[in-house]
């Protein structure tokens, strides 16, 4: 005689795919044990890995030593404070909100800074490192480790900020010599020794080789990416206007800038169009980062947003290279915060870079107090066009980490990012269960109605057969 569930196996299957199916994203950042987090209700969405809101400065230190035990930076996101590559935190304070201008929605207690002012006390990047996994392991809130993350954060320079090259004497020009840029946001792998040697050394940054091609113009106030391993091409390669770039598509269409003032041009965030800051200004930055399907890949993706406007997309990026250990691009490992500067460059450096409210997530994020919390699907903008052109002859960066000159540009790839949830594609078929990762909690979802569903029928029909 058949069993209940032998009478039910549509039922039965459907209950087992809904378990099966639901997906590990169903997690949110770590609780800190009597300190909530700003963005509560943010951190708490199923796809947040990591919150700081810098607003517990007691959870921060540093002895001024180089090496492990000189750096402090506590959080339940982190499964181990720091790696074995530790070095200027001096210069980093936690200070007051309100001694900077007014942000928008989100922290208004302390907040992080990268101190360049001697009349501010120590001098230095302010560098904050975090391990968010181990290699081979999961992230602290047991998210398996994914190639694909946004991490939002907002970001403010004091009006005595220096960039790199200050003073700005014309469109091409420095004032001081060797400018290269200032590193802002970084990620990498969670086994390197050093950046140099790592299989991804990338990030957001403002980068002095970014060059308009119709303008010959320079400026370090503009927003890049550096993409990939230190190692890929002309070394040091970056996203978008990298002229000399031969690893990766130059991506000349970004150009040109959209004002060709020297300093604070007061951009307007603008799809497909290069971005420059304005010193003065609180901004909200949110970085895409999707490592390529294997090392050395030209199919790894970039997006920016800037206020919640995409201003950069790409799809046919080298984000994943040969490192030492070499070629893990199985997903972010370990993160790096601070306003660092080449060695190389003879700027003589000033004012203040201020950060808060820094989020890290497997979806889109956007600003603090958007209503678009993470979880939901990337909004659509940008887009990208053909090739500019070659470069000059000195166009590109300069610097001991900056590269060196091949000119050399591949075609264009262009079009818009695939947009997904978590480590796969759009679409992309998981080997659990055939579930597809485009929306794992909404097929989830609908897998346990159906289920439901498929009870009540049965329930129903077992009822109406008793009544018969």
């Known amino acids: 005689m058949p069993t209940r569930m032998d009478r039910r196996p549509c039922t039965w299957l459907v ?43 007691a959870n921060f230190a540093c002895t001024g030593a180089a090496g492990i035990g000189n750096h402090k930076w506590t959080n339940p996101g982190f499964v181990a404070e720091v ?48 391990v968010l996994r181990q290699k081979g392991g999961a992230f602290a809130n047991g998210v398996p480790a994914s190639r694909d993350v946004y991490v939002r954060f ?44 790592a299989a991804y050394d990338c990030g957001l940054y403002t980068q002095a080789g970014a060059w308009d091609n119709v303008n010959n113009a320079r400026f370090a106030d503009a927003l890049s990416v550096r993409v990939g391993d230190s190692g890929s091409g ?13 690893a990766n598509p130059p991506h000349m269409e970004y150009a040109p800038y959209q004002t060709l003032a020297l300093s604070n041009p007061n951009d307007t965030p603008t799809p497909g169009k290069m971005f420059r800051f304005s010193r003065g200004r609180w901004y909200t930055v949110e970085l895409r980062y999707r490592l390529s399907s294997a090392p050395g890949a030209l199919d790894g993706t970039i997006e920016v947003w800037v206020e919640g406007t995409k201003v950069y997309s790409a799809s046919d990026l080298r984000t994943c290279g040969n490192g030492t250990p070499a070629d893990d691009c199985s997903g972010l490992g370990q993160i790096y915060l601070g306003a660092y500067h080449n060695a190389a460059d003879g ?3 000033n004012g203040q870079q201020v950060v808060d409210n820094l989020v890290i997530s497997k979806s889109y994020i956007g600003p603090p107090g958007d209503t678009g919390d993470a979880g939901t699907s990337n909004p659509d903008a940008g887009g990208s ?39 796969s594609p759009a679409g992309e078929v998981s080997a659990n269960c055939g579930c597809t990762s485009s929306s794992p909690r909404s097929a989830a979802a609908a897998l346990a109605a159906a289920a439901l569903a498929g009870l009540a029928r049965s329930r129903s029909g077992k009822r109406s057969g008793r009544a018969r």
């Not at 400018?179 to 390197?192: A, H, R, S």
């Not at 978008?240 to 770039?245: E, F, K, L, Q």
């Open 154 to 197: 907002q970001i403010y320079w004091t009006p005595n900020y220096a960039w790199p090259g200050d003073p700005k004497t014309d469109l091409y020009g420095w004032g001081a010599s060797n400018p290269v840029d200032n590193k802002i946001l970084f990620l990498y792998p969670p086994e390197f020794q050093s950046p140099t040697e």
């Open 83 to 130: 790696n074995d590559y530790v070095y200027g935190c001096e210069g980093r304070q936690i200070n007051p909100a309100s001694d900077y201008p007014a942000h928008a929605a989100g922290s208004a207690g302390s907040v992080w800074v990268a101190n360049w002012n001697p009349a501010q006390g120590a001098q230095s990047p302010g560098s904050s490192w975090g």
């Open 385 to 423: 066009g053909s090739d500019g052109g070659s470069p000059a002859s000195d166009g590109g960066a300069s610097g001991t980490d900056a590269g060196v000159d091949a000119g050399i540009g591949l075609p264009d790839g262009g079009g818009p990012a695939a947009t997904g949830d978590g480590g």
């Open 15 to 57: 209950v087992a795919a809904a378990v099966c199916c639901a997906p590990a994203a169903w997690a949110a950042a770590p609780a800190r044990p009597g300190q909530p987090y700003a963005e509560s209700s943010l951190c708490a969405q199923p796809d947040v890995i990591f919150c700081e809101d810098f607003d517990v400065p």
């Open 347 to 349: 700027t003589v450096w």
């Open 234 to 246: 002309t070394g040091y390669e970056f996203f978008p206007m990298c002229a000399n770039c031969s």
